[in-house]
């Protein structure tokens, strides 16, 4: 019974592991060569359009495709221990499973109507597992998933409509004339909306925080290499429209507050997931800024570093979630590494390579993106934006060890603290192995000749300064206990403003929908379950008794209904015959 249970994990992990060892041998084979291979499959041709099938293969797709099958592999295997309480795990491997798949979709996709259908496929398969535990919280934070990515869809539905004009849909046709023309201009306008919104960028942030009522192997898969990264996958491919744009400083502007009201958030953050989500903000953040600045190697190049260790993030997450009882605040935590020193290790290298802790993965690509940074000739807005988020990653890593692995543990017991369960260790090892070694090996790989940044000391130094100066903020602020001094009696208000990240979920959910509410004090005496509970299920089922209850009034066979009704048309068919004579 168990082998049939788990034979799926198995299955799909090898099958997937293959895949991405197939890959990234024939990454090698198209570096080495200079290959790319340009498939198109024409599927219907009407009115000199033709519906294609295509496929891109370059060192692109195929470095990242290799890259989210190697996490998906582990994540599945990791799945088998984390869900092991699970009746229906087949059914939650599938659902993965059909996620990887509609990512590897978009990932090979030069054509703009498949890629709709990977970006719907994330959309539909990310609210199937938000929604995995069947309680009113995940309704919700599925619900708000759902909406905020659909956005998205109607930005690159309006795309297709509009790209019908040109014959075809495969953008690397238009690239070259991107710039001169107004209509690809409004396209490219677009493209970048549809971006924001998979890549949760301000206003659209809040729904990934809540996406964290999902499983924890699914949130490793999620923010790490599927979902929030399609976004940036997408203007990395698109990266030719973004030149000579005002639209483009707007988002530099607006990926530079999301990185900064991140970290601002993830300080005053208690629930452990909800630190690493608002972490992947920040990242994101980062990626899109440097994206608009006219870098996206570079901005490809973190998002596969940022990949590997914000799996292997959430991962000891979930391991210490289930030791702790399911119990996901921090304060309750304390002393984990005496107990689960493996995991604690994990822990502990993950965080160092998101800092940017030298010689590890997120070194190599934050490192030169801050220089880069430094480099260009920006203003001092967004070159404190860089640096203040950079020292504010430092700030709540710092803060998330003190109170992990140095404060006193807060549980009653501590009787289910081991370290023992070696299917979450042995795949938790492979992400860890990756976090040390791709920062290195993807610099020697994607980059055919060095970045040559010359600067003066303090400057080249300036990412040291703010990482000591952030990590040393986390230290004496996880060791001050503010809450119960009385002369510091408005902190709390404060913290509570800042964790709210800037007030975005209210804006997302109440401020969307309160008005519309607010005309009947029926539906306002049901406001807590939202308006998705007021129009859909409740509210069909008020619409329906309401007209049977109409529809009985009118059969119950009443002179003065059919004398009313007969008047009724009489005067409707003397208007009609008075407007058509």
Request: glycine share 4%.
């Amino acid at each position: 019974m168990n082998y049939q249970k788990y034979s799926i994990c198995f299955i799909s992990f090898f099958f997937l592991i293959m895949f991405s060892m197939m890959n990234f041998i024939f990454l090698i084979y198209f570096i080495m060569n200079n290959m790319v291979i340009f498939m198109e499959w024409e599927i219907i041709s009407f009115n000199s359009t033709m519906i294609v099938m295509s496929i891109l293969m370059d060192w692109m797709s195929l470095l990242f495709m290799s890259f989210v099958c190697l996490i998906s592999s582990v994540v599945i295997y990791y799945s088998k221990s984390y869900m092991s309480s699970e009746l229906n795990l087949n059914r939650f491997i599938i659902l993965v499973l059909l996620f990887v798949f509609s990512m590897i979709l978009l990932i090979i996709s030069p054509n703009i109507i498949s890629i709709l259908l990977g970006w719907d496929g994330l959309g539909l398969v990310s609210y199937c597992l938000v929604i995995y535990y069947q309680n009113l919280k995940s309704y919700n934070a599925g619900m708000l998933t759902a909406l905020s990515n659909r956005v998205g869809d109607v930005f690159i539905l309006m795309v297709i409509s509009w790209m019908l004009n040109f014959g075809s849909w495969n953008y690397i046709f238009y690239l070259n004339f991107m710039s001169n023309d107004l209509v690809m201009e409004i396209i490219s306008y677009m493209i970048i909306l549809a971006a924001m919104t998979k890549s949760a960028q301000i206003p659209f942030s809040s729904w990934l925080p809540a996406a964290m009522a999902a499983p924890t192997p699914v949130s490793a898969l999620v923010h790490s290499s599927t979902l929030v990264t399609a976004g940036v996958y997408l203007l990395i491919r698109f990266n030719m429209m973004l030149v000579d744009m005002f639209f483009i400083k707007v988002l530099l502007l607006i990926s530079g507050l999301t990185m900064f009201m991140a970290g601002i958030s993830a300080n005053y953050e208690f629930d452990l997931k909800k630190i690493i989500a608002l972490s992947t903000l920040s990242q994101l953040g980062l990626m899109m800024s440097i994206l608009s600045m006219g870098l996206p190697d570079l901005a490809f190049f973190h998002l596969l570093t940022h990949a590997m260790f914000k799996a292997l993030l959430f991962m000891c997450a979930g391991v210490i979630i289930h030791m702790m009882n399911d119990i996901q605040d921090i304060r309750f935590m304390g002393g984990v590494s005496l107990y689960i020193p493996l995991t604690s290790l994990c822990l502990n290298i993950s965080n160092m390579a998101l800092c940017g802790i030298p010689f590890l993965a997120g070194f190599y690509s934050k490192d030169l993106l801050l220089e880069m940074v430094s480099f260009s000739n920006f203003n001092l807005l967004i070159f404190f934006l860089y640096y203040i988020s950079t020292g504010l990653t430092m700030f709540y890593t710092f803060r998330l060890l003190m109170y992990l692995m140095i404060n006193d543990l807060n549980l009653l017991s501590i009787y289910n603290l081991y370290d023992e369960d070696y299917t979450m260790l042995k795949s938790m090892f492979m992400l860890l192995f990756m976090s040390i070694i791709s920062g290195s090996l993807l610099s020697w790989m994607i980059f055919s000749y060095p970045y040559m940044i010359y600067l003066p000391f303090n400057l080249k130094m300036m990412v040291i300064y703010v990482s000591l100066l952030g990590g040393m903020m986390g230290y004496l602020v996880s060791n001050m206990n503010i809450y119960s001094m009385n002369k510091f009696f408005y902190t709390y208000e404060l913290s509570s403003f800042l964790c709210m990240m800037w007030f975005l979920p209210n804006l997302s959910t109440y401020g969307l929908n309160y008005y519309i509410l607010n005309y009947s004090q029926k539906m306002l005496k049901n406001i807590d379950l939202g308006w998705s509970e007021m129009y859909s299920g409740q509210g069909i089922f008020y619409i329906m008794k309401n007209y049977s209850i109409l529809f009985n009034f009118f059969q119950m066979n009443n002179f003065k209904i059919y004398l009313y009704s007969f008047v009724l048309w009489m005067v409707f068919f003397l208007m009609f015959f008075m407007v058509m004579v």
